[in-house]
């Protein structure tokens, strides 16, 4: 079952901040977040295992509520290669084995300068 | 260098007919996944295998076939039975299945006419 993200799409301006919500209906083992320019392979930014757990690298952060079984990241400052369509990537909590790494419909990102 | 490869790059074949799509791993990881990306759905999850000679079916498993004789190899057979082939096939793969980042091909267009 596919993880829902919120919003489908959002446009910025250089330099405003966005952020990008996942949600799922099952408990979670982990959330990934991918980036995904038009006609490429989708990049990961960032993994969050733990519940509560926050990572990030240069202005780009995410969270995650175990309890709530919910992520978001955190565009801070957005830039002009941020743009894209974000990913988020859900494992559940499986009886005895994995379901697989399942995304959500993503996010679009415009940002103009 | 390693990664991970997909090949053809585009892909055209006529209706009623199989086709197989190659996916080829040097990352030495054991587990790999089948994604089919269409417009606004996202990554849907078609099958995957945690483990060479074992694999399990996704979201949308109808109508695909996979073997995994090899770690380095997983093809994707879309069977006749597939009711809507055209779309964009990515695999991917990652050390194991769980809490680990996914590295993907550069995708496979298939154009059924």
Redesign the interface.
Known sequence: ??PV?SPQAVILREGEDAVINCSSSKAL??V?W?RQKHG?????LM?L?KGGEQKGHDKISASFNEKKQQSSLYLTASQLSYSGTY?C?T?VFAGG??D???????THLIIQP | DGGITQSPKYLFRKEGQNVTLSCEQNLNHDAMYWYRQDPGQGLRLIYYSQIVNDFQKGDIAEGYSVSREKKESFPLTVTSAQKNPTAFYLCASSIKVRGNEAFFGQGTRLTVV
């Open positions: 079952q596919q993200q083992y982990s990934h991918y490429e392979a989708p990049v990961f993994i295992l990913f990537g494992e084995g994995a697989g790494l399942t995304f959500g419909k993503g």
